[in-house]
């Protein structure tokens, strides 16, 4: 393993290979989660300007997983129209429950 070369260009080496590959991984996440959002804001045309499923959107890209607690908070609707938002987008189900529901990003 070159992380525990003696020679210190091999140790450097090796971290910069780690760099690289860090930043390869997250250009791969970043573009999953542009298309992701492009796709669901493509489901928003057509529906009223006081909609909040662009909000939603917003929402679930910046965060991996949202609980109907966390729409409820962020954007001021009831239990029941947070789930109704999510089933709208479409959102992945990630919890399994009936109650207590969580969902994340296709």
Partial sequence: ERRHARNQTQRLLAL????????????????????????????????????????????????PVVSAAMIVKELGTTPQGAIGLANQLELREVTGRGRFRAWGML
């Fill in 16 to 63: 910069l290979d780690s760099f690289y590959e860090a930043a390869q991984a997250t250009m791969k996440e970043h573009d999953r989660l542009s298309h992701a959002r492009e796709r669901m804001m493509r489901k928003l045309a057509g529906r009223r300007s006081s909609s909040r499923l662009p909000e939603l959107v917003e929402l679930v890209v910046s965060r």
